[in-house]
């Protein structure tokens, strides 16, 4: 089993910053592409970012240039760096990882339980 943990949601002020973290741990024989979602109250769970094993990394247009996804490989862990927020950033973001499992031969989605991030002042 596969097990998905994120830290370090909150509430921070508009333009403030906040860094995201996510660990996989269970029985996992890797991990594929990893990423972040987001779902925003009465609106559908959107992509925010993702990466690939080798750190290609892809961004909606709406976080480019103010949100980083990065990797450990080492760590099984994911992390969003988030500078310049607004508050249409106020979401549950999940993180969401491609696992292949010991003695498997496919990959399969893995989900976090979610944080919550608010942007207010």
């Known amino acids: 089993q596969v097990q998905l943990v994120e830290s370090g949601g909150g509430l921070v002020q508009p333009g403030g910053s906040l860094r995201l973290s996510c660990a996989a741990s269970?029985?996992?024989?890797?991990?594929?592409?990893m990423g972040w979602y987001r779902q925003a109250p009465g609106k559908e769970r959107e992509l925010v970012a993702t990466?690939?094993?080798?750190?290609?990394?892809n961004y909606a247009d709406s976080v480019k240039g103010r949100f980083t996804i990065s990797r450990d490989n080492a760590k099984n862990a994911v992390y969003l760096q988030m500078n310049s927020l607004k508050p249409e950033d106020t979401a549950v973001y999940y993180c969401?990882?491609?696992?292949?499992?010991?003695?498997?031969?496919?990959?399969?989605?893995?989900w976090g339980q979610g944080t919550q991030l608010t942007v207010s002042s």
């Open positions: 969401n990882a491609f696992v292949r499992a010991y003695s498997a031969s496919d990959y399969f989605p893995a």
């Open positions: 269970g029985s996992i024989g890797s991990i594929g592409v």
């Open positions: 990466i690939t094993y080798y750190a290609t990394t």
